[in-house]
């Protein structure tokens, strides 16, 4: 079974540039996480989905970030403009169930983003 | 809102030796707790999971974990460490799907 997919593996930009990280989640799950791990800590989510909708966006800073996942299926992950300290391993994760269920996410390898 | 308290940043141990990895919770439900394992430039993995069901918990790679109500903790254990053990360790708190991680733990380990 083919794993959680992302791209790409590294990206470096200079600030208040554009950057977009795409996530592919194993197939059938029916929820999408967004992650963003600093350097030294835990990840922090910053936006959930079940199916195609955003059920959990609370810690996604809208003025610059933004996620879609059209069909409910892939999704991608916007910064605009990028900033210094946006720099981070942005996180994909995905799982089978939503709500109540306790089900384990599977998450992919990461994108680093280095902000210059 | 749940948290989760990993009590060392990093634990060096000699192969061979047992280690521990500390983990203090806090939730104001039955939470399910997991342990996460991420080596170098690699995705998390799931180590193992706490879901309400038996107390003593084990996991891949021989890992085990417990959980104690009373101490609300859910340390990871292992009786022999390995090498290729060396790696950072992330304590999880769920309620409703949402995940809470620990700071990490950074697992050294000695030839």
């Known amino acids: 079974e083919a794993g959680v997919v992302q791209s790409p593996r590294y990206k470096i930009i200079e600030k208040k540039q554009p950057v977009a990280f795409w996530c592919n989640p194993i197939?059938?799950?029916?929820?999408l996480y967004w992650y963003l791990q600093n350097l030294g800590q835990g990840p922090e989510l910053l936006i959930r989905y079940e199916n195609e909708e955003a059920v959990d966006d609370s810690q996604l800073p809208k003025d610059r970030f933004s996620a879609e996942r059209l069909k409910g299926v892939d999704s991608t992950l916007k910064i605009q403009p990028a900033e210094l300290g946006d720099s981070a391993v942005y996180l994909c994760?995905?799982?089978?169930?939503?709500?109540?269920?306790?089900?384990?996410?599977?998450f992919g390898p990461g994108t680093r983003l280095t902000v210059t | 809102a749940q948290s989760v308290t990993q009590l060392d940043s990093h634990v060096s141990v000699s192969e061979g030796t047992p280690v521990l990895l500390r983990c203090n919770y806090s939730s104001s439900y039955s939470p399910s707790l997991f342990w996460y394992v991420q080596h170098p430039n690699k995705g998390l993995q799931l180590l193992l999971k706490?879901?309400?069901?038996?107390?003593l918990v084990k996991g891949i790679n021989g890992f085990e974990a417990e959980f104690k109500k009373s101490e609300t903790s859910f340390h990871l254990t292992k009786p022999s460490a390995h090498m290729s053990d060396a790696a950072e360790y992330f304590c999880?708190?769920?309620?409703?799907?949402?995940?809470?991680f620990g700071a990490g733990t950074r697992l050294t380990v000695k030839p």
């Open positions: 706490y879901t309400s069901a038996a107390t």
């Open positions: 197939s059938g799950h029916n929820t």
């Open positions: 994760a995905s799982s089978l169930e939503g709500g109540e269920g306790h089900y384990e996410q599977y």
């Open positions: 999880v708190v769920s309620e409703s799907n949402d995940m809470r």
